[in-house]
């Protein structure tokens, strides 16, 4: 989409992205509406890419064959994991709580990949640090984010350690995948600027943070 067009929608957009992941922060902690809500949240993380798609401003060659290779990476390293139990650290598999599998695993992880690569790479992209550096923190921002997530996703069901506790190894695999993706991702010849990036990273944030702290305030 052209930049141009995205000032004209930029607050409606911003506004439904808040909206989207307070609902689904409040409806995945009500029992009688949670498994409408766990039902929705492939369809808000498509709807999350939509809107950085809306503000990416340069679709050349180089960006598509990223969209491509995030999402089949993705995709390829979780099935290797859940069919190997190598690269995360052990036995696990993925509920429902992602949508429909395919051979397994569902292939919104391919999307969610490319998501926090492109949100994190474009982040770090504005400082004027040396490549490998911006990939290592981009990548560590990354782990940092998946350690939020890991006890809220074994509740929601999106996937089950089979009741271990979540493996270093899955952190140091996290880590390297991602540091991968993101080097290729400063590689490639395309503008890395996303004026919605870091609003996308804090509503991750807020959204698996305020999930472990309801678990908190009802366990006690």
Not at 17 to 24: C, D, P, T, V
Not at 170 to 175: A, E, H, K, R, S
Request: net charge positive; charged share 10%; proline share 7%.
């Amino acid at each position: 989409m052209a930049d141009s067009s995205a000032p004209r929608y930029d607050k409606p957009i911003r506004i439904i992205l808040i909206l989207a992941y307070i609902a689904g922060l409040i409806g995945l902690q009500i029992p009688a509406v949670a498994p409408l809500f766990r039902q929705l949240t492939p369809l808000n993380l498509l709807g999350t890419l939509a809107a950085l798609f809306w503000y990416h401003t340069d679709w050349r060659p180089g960006f598509t064959f990223y969209i491509g290779l995030a999402v089949l990476t993705g995709y390829l390293v979780e099935l290797l994991g859940v069919r190997t139990g190598y690269v995360f650290g052990g036995p696990y598999a993925y509920g429902e709580g992602l949508g429909p599998t395919l051979f397994g695993i569902p292939p919104i992880i391919g999307a969610n990949w490319l998501l926090l690569t492109y949100c994190f790479g474009s982040f770090f992209d504005r400082f004027s640090w040396p490549v490998y550096l911006k990939t290592a923190v981009a990548a560590t921002g990354m782990v940092a984010l998946d350690v939020l997530v890991e006890p809220v996703a074994i509740r929601l069901d999106f996937w089950t350690w089979f009741g271990h506790p979540v493996p270093i190894q899955n952190y140091l695999g996290w880590w390297l995948v991602a540091a991968v993706l993101l080097s290729i991702w400063y590689g490639l010849p395309f503008k890395k600027e996303n004026r919605i990036a870091l609003l996308i990273i804090s509503l991750q944030v807020l959204f698996f943070a305020g999930h472990q702290l309801i678990y908190k305030l009802v366990n006690g």
